[in-house]
């Protein structure tokens, strides 16, 4: 009998434990899945909140390994996949959370239509970067408050992951777009074609006032939660729409009640949790690699390198506010 495949994996075993490198075996491909040979996998807050046990809505029973984002080459295919072939580059949001297999890893069974073909304009670490944020950006803007050319736009946190593609998407529909943040992020905003606002100097009436002279913004979209989502509620105009990846709190609705605007939340792991609107992840990686293609969107990475035996030190360089861009682990195998 033919020994079972193996890989490299960082595993973790307990919340808030230090993952550890092990050799685990290799996943087979089921109907409608494709084996994927990772080479990067993108580092998110999100991941920092599953393995502290702290995202009740992201659990991962442990053992286990995490990850959420991804790109590498297509390894094998299984019947009734039809996109791919052995050989592609691919990137995607595939797993990490409601038990299955993240990123970590040498390898990944994935469900084929959470993937899309990687932009050829992108490293492999750039492009494991993009999914999660790409898509709860995209989802917010396009698929939820249908933002259109000409729109005033407000991002908060637009120096965030989320918040920098949000910038970018927006930007590429045409919107004008604003973009909240500290002082020291504002070359940032700017560079990325938005107008910052410097939340410690100016209150809501402030920027509401001078920058739309005092109608309030079209689109909304927080990337913040708490007392900024509230402020949402205050800085949109009549008729506008906030959209929030954070909205979690218990929030007052009256003053968007009295603007006749209207609210949407962002949840952007629901089809990997209940298998619902895979495709659709599909096809907005799809319109990511077009952005991409065109030169309307690149990621930011923070220039320092981990791989799998260093993983708890990405995550520590994340808590620790240091990363200068997204971090992104290397998968040596």
Same mark, same amino acid.
């Given at each position: ?16 434990? &230090? ?33 502290? +046990? ?17 790109? +590498? ?8 996949? #039809? ?37 050829? +304009? ?30 005033? #736009?407000?991002?908060?946190?637009? &120096?965030?992951?989320? +918040? ?77 729409? #906030? ?79 240091? &990363? ?10």
């Amino acid at each position: 009998m033919a020994d079972t495949p193996s890989m490299r994996a960082a595993v973790l075993d307990s919340p808030r434990l &230090a993952f550890r490198v092990a050799s685990v075996a290799r996943p087979q491909p089921q109907s409608g899945q494709v084996l994927v040979k990772i080479k990067a996998s993108g580092v998110n807050p999100l991941d920092l909140k599953i393995r502290a +046990g702290q995202a009740p809505h992201a659990r991962h029973p442990l053992p286990a390994i995490l990850g959420l984002d991804l790109a +590498g080459t297509v390894e094998a295919t299984a019947p009734g996949v #039809v996109a791919f072939r052995v050989g592609d580059e691919v990137f995607g949001m595939t797993g990490g959370v409601g038990g299955i297999q993240g990123s970590l890893a040498g390898y990944a069974a994935v469900d084929a239509a959470l993937l899309a073909h990687k932009p050829a +304009g992108l490293t492999m670490r750039e492009a494991a970067s993009l999914p999660l944020i790409f898509i709860t950006a995209w989802e917010g803007l396009v698929d939820r408050a249908n933002v259109r050319a000409g729109q005033k #736009v407000l991002v908060h946190g637009g &120096a965030g992951g989320v +918040g920098q593609v949000a910038v970018q998407i927006a930007r590429a529909i045409g919107a004008d777009v604003f973009a909240t943040g500290s002082a020291r992020s504002a070359a940032v905003i700017e560079e990325l074609g938005a107008i910052p606002i410097d939340y410690d100097m100016m209150t809501v009436d402030d920027y509401v006032g001078r920058r739309t002279d005092g109608r309030g913004f079209d689109v909304i979209y927080d990337t913040v939660g708490g007392t900024t989502l509230d402020a949402s509620f205050s800085a949109v105009r009549r008729f506008g729409h #906030v959209v929030s990846a954070l909205g979690w709190g218990t929030h007052a609705l009256a003053p968007l009640s009295f603007r006749a605007a209207s609210y949407s939340g962002v949840f952007t792991l629901l089809p990997l949790l209940t298998g619902e609107g895979r495709a659709h992840h599909g096809d907005i990686l799809r319109e990511a690699a077009r952005l991409v293609d065109a030169g309307k969107l690149r990621p930011r990475l923070d220039p320092r390198r981990f791989g799998l035996s260093s993983v708890t030190e990405a995550h520590a360089a994340i808590e620790d506010r240091s &990363a200068q861009g997204k971090i992104v682990i290397d998968i040596e195998e």
